[in-house]
């Protein structure tokens, strides 16, 4: 369970170490052994590829790519400093002048695609509401419980749970991730959630009950706590 976790840890710093002070352009870099996660990041959204576990259910994952919205221009691995500040272009380990497209279907708000990987989004500073970084609606399939030991799925949820915490989604307010983190609100155990989409794509939202938050910024109110808790109780039984 701890090395998941880590690699949780890890992922968080990463996101964090990226909206540091860039001064990659002098010499020296990289300044560390850095294990970064794999983001890219274009029209001022960073996205996230979310690798498939081991333990994961084989699933067929159907896109077809749209408009091209730009090339990687800086491939951060082996050559970034520790306190890179990500720009647009930049990604950790795309090669400098893949293409990176929209996915015909789904907003690229949501979703993009590059080198045959779905990158989901992340960090948008520019937006105030969960609706507005990640808007899923009626694209989710299904929502998960996972296993903080191996990342495996341990519990469906009911369809109207799902309908309940879709419907709340988008009016959540979103908070910055490092003042949070700061605040000690992302300490303590997280729950690991997946959200399959329609098209076959999954990727996790990590949440803290006790703050009910989730670990890209996003503030829960009463009515998704109470659809967290109630599938909690049956995962229990």
Known sequence: MRGFKNLFIISLLTMLLSACN????IKGCPDAVIEWIDIVMI???KYQHHFTEPSDEVTTISIENGQE???VTYKMADSACS???MKNGDATFLEEGTPIYGIKGYSTSLVVVANDRVFVA???IKVKTAGELQPMGELVKNIYFESTQDGSRVHTFSQASKKRFLDAWPELKLNDIQTLNKDGKMDGNP???EIELK???TFREVYWADFNIFSNGVIGNEELKEVIDFELSNLTK
Not at 22 to 25: E, G, I, R
Request: cysteine-free; glycine content about 10%.
């Open 43 to 45: 029209n001022d959204i």
């Open 191 to 193: 729950i690991f959630m």
């Open 69 to 71: 919205l730009g090339k």
């Open 199 to 201: 098209n076959g794509v």
């Open 122 to 124: 992340d960090t948008n």
């Open 22 to 25: 860039n001064f990659s352009s």
């Open 83 to 85: 306190n890179h500040k």
